[in-house]
């Protein structure tokens, strides 16, 4: 057996997902609206349908373009509108964390039934 000096120990999947996740984020990353729609459709099993399209959104400091996200939900499946608001939040951020640093979101839940 030969000793061996300077290596590196593996990575945990704590950091792999870490790294796997910033890799993704990057600026270069191309991200299409059928991806977009495959996350939001695994996101919640209450989500029926999900669709996207180019937007604008009006923040702080001005109007600045974005992807609108509309996740269609069954209303029977929700107890309250504030549950309803709390899903698009969290649809909302889970987006933002999955895609390039400059990528806006506008999600809108539409219920029926």
């Known amino acids: 057996m ?11 999947e704590k950091q792999i997902i870490a790294e796997v996740s910033a890799r993704l984020r990057g600026r270069d990353r191309a991200m299409s609206f059928d991806q977009l ?3 939001v459709r695994t996101f919640d099993e209450r989500i029926t349908e999900a669709n996207c399209e180019k937007g604008v959104m009006r ?3 001005g109007v600045r373009k974005c992807v609108v996200v509309k996740a269609t939900v069954k209303a029977k499946e929700f107890h309250s509108d504030d549950e309803i608001e709390l899903l698009r939040v969290r ?3 889970f987006l933002k964390a999955r895609t390039s640093i400059n990528s806006q979101f506008k999600v809108e839940i539409v219920k029926f039934g």
């Open 2 to 12: 030969l000793p061996v000096a300077g290596a590196v120990p593996a990575k945990n």
């Open 37 to 39: 729609i495959g996350w």
């Open 59 to 61: 923040t702080d400091r």
């Open 91 to 93: 649809l909302s951020s």
